[in-house]
T-cell receptor, first 110, second 115 residues
Framework: GEDVEQSLFLSVREGDSSVINCTYT??????LYWYKQEPGAGLQLLTY?????DMKQDQRLTVLLNKKDKHLSLRIADTQTGDSAIYFC??????????FGKGTKLSVKP | GAGVSQSPSNKVTEKGKDVELRCDPI?????LYWYRQSLGQGLEFLIY????????KSGLPSDRFSAERTGGSVSTLTIQRTQQEDSAVYLC?????????????FGEGSWLTVV
């Protein structure tokens, strides 16, 4: 079935790079997404990548996709305390919905 | 509106009571989704509406849960005879088209607490 896995916690120091990893199962997913959820708030679309791309860069964010291994990563350069949040990886499911992972809680220490 | 709007933002209800949660999607979006997020858990898919097609109800956890979408716009999620395990954030989302390759936009969520 469709499933998305990601590690639950990541802790980094301010100014370092953060790398959040995700694996997914549905090889037919056309798009893969990263959503951010700040404390007490809803989900915010951070970035997405089309499945025929290997990499997408958007300011401090870099998304890498290894379609063969069904592995997606999100790199945040120069991580700031404001980046502390839960980051959800998602794949487009066969029914038209999004299948989400459990989320990775990123803690940024000053 | 500019974004997905949900109401109420917070709801405390007694066990056994029915609750209704409302979602107003982004204007023109044909696809509407309901997800549930329990404390410390990921997002659990509940139901998906796409245009005039029959909704995908495969994620609804029990027959106490139902949802409707009137006129292809506003949706109401109803939970009957609420239980404590129903306490969660209920998130609504919409997109311009269902299926692959569509960005889904979320509302702020309705925080439900069953006491």
């Amino acid at each position: 079935g469709e499933d998305v896995e990601q590690s639950l916690f990541l802790s980094v120091r301010e100014g370092d790079s953060s790398v959040i990893n995700c694996t997914y199962t549905d090889s037919s997913s056309t798009y893969l997404y990263w959503y951010k959820q700040e404390p007490g708030a809803g989900l915010q679309l951070l970035t997405y990548i089309f499945s025929n791309m290997d990499m997408k860069q958007d300011q401090r964010l870099t998304v890498l996709l290894n379609k063969k291994d069904k592995h997606l990563s999100l790199r945040i350069a120069d991580t700031q305390t404001g980046d502390s949040a839960i980051y959800f990886c998602a794949e487009s499911g066969s029914q038209g919905n999004l299948i989400f992972g459990k989320g990775t809680k990123l803690s940024v220490k000053p | 509106g500019a974004g997905v709007s949900q109401s109420p933002s917070n709801k405390v209800t007694e066990k056994g009571k029915d609750v209704e949660l409302r979602c107003d999607p982004i204007s023109g979006h044909t696809a509407l989704y309901w997800y549930r997020q329990s404390l410390g858990q990921g997002l659990e898919f509940l139901i998906y509406f796409q245009g005039n097609s029959a909704p995908d109800k495969s994620g609804l956890p029990s027959d106490r849960f139902s949802a409707e979408r009137t006129g292809g716009s506003v949706s109401t999620l109803t939970i009957q005879r609420t239980q404590q395990e129903d306490s969660a954030v209920y998130l609504c989302a919409s997109s311009s088209l269902g299926g692959y390759g569509n960005t889904i936009y979320f509302g702020e969520g309705s925080w439900l607490t069953v006491v």
